[in-house]
């Protein structure tokens, strides 16, 4: 099993463009997360769902967009990027409320 | 508000050296606790959670963490640390079983040296 895959693995915005950060996984998980991590932190929760149609907000919402159409995918949608959401953005899954399941991430920097 | 604190930032023990990472939650009732593990260009990877019960909890990788609530700690241990434990320990707290919204720690980042 691939786990939980994110995609890309590296991105540069420029200031004001949006993006689609892509999460999935084939694990039939219900609960799905995405967190942001920046330099010498810890994770910050952004979204998270718990089950394909619902969706909530996390620590730090602002800036981002999620949906939830299938069990298996969580995409993470930036518009208007700005150089605060410069971060390594983390997907992540579980049966229950509690990440076990991790991506290997993705760095995007804005300038 | 419930916070986590890392003590260490960074810590560097022998291979073969006994490893202690320390952890501290805000006050308040019971939390459950768990450690990740992050590899260099990885995303974590649960080693272990208390819930209740058993105050010394096993995980995966040989590593065992004890809950001490009169000093408001779940430090991680491992008696023998292998070159491959070399990576970025983040301890996490949440309130509510089964709540999804965890507070993270800000790290320990572990250097293992022969």
């Known amino acids: 099993n691939a786990g939980v895959t994110q995609t890309p693995k590296f991105r540069i915005l420029k200031i004001g463009q949006s993006m689609t950060l892509q999460c999935t996984q084939d694990?039939?998980?219900?609960?799905m997360y995405w967190y942001r991590q920046d330099p010498g932190m810890g994770l910050k929760l952004i979204y998270y769902?718990?089950?394909?149609?619902?969706?909530d907000k996390g620590e730090v919402p602002n800036g981002y967009n999620v949906s939830r159409s299938t069990t298996e995918d969580f995409p993470l949608r930036l518009e208007l990027a700005a150089p605060s959401q410069t971060s390594v953005y983390f997907c992540?899954?579980?049966?229950?409320?509690?990440?076990?399941?991790f991506g290997s991430g993705t760095r995007l920097t804005v300038v | 508000a419930q916070s986590v604190t890392q003590p260490d930032i960074h810590i560097t023990v022998s291979e073969g050296a006994s490893l202690e990472l320390r952890c501290n939650y805000s006050?308040?009732?019971?939390?459950?606790l768990f450690w990740y593990v992050q590899s260099p260009g990885q995303g974590l990877q649960l080693l272990l959670k208390?819930?209740?019960?058993?105050?010394l909890v096993q995980g995966i990788k040989g590593f065992e963490a004890e809950f001490k609530r009169s000093q408001s700690s779940f430090n991680l241990r491992k008696p023998s640390v292998h070159w491959s434990d070399a990576a970025g320990y983040f301890c996490?707290?949440?309130?509510?079983?089964?709540?999804?919204?965890?507070?993270f720690g800000t790290g320990t980042r572990l250097t293992i040296i022969p």
């Open positions: 006050y308040g009732a019971t939390p459950y």
């Open positions: 769902s718990v089950g394909a149609g619902i969706t």
């Open positions: 694990m039939n998980h219900n609960y």
């Open positions: 992540a899954s579980s049966y229950g409320g509690t990440p076990d399941t």
């Open positions: 208390y819930f209740s019960g058993d105050t």
């Open positions: 996490a707290r949440t309130m509510t079983f089964g709540n999804e919204k965890l507070t």
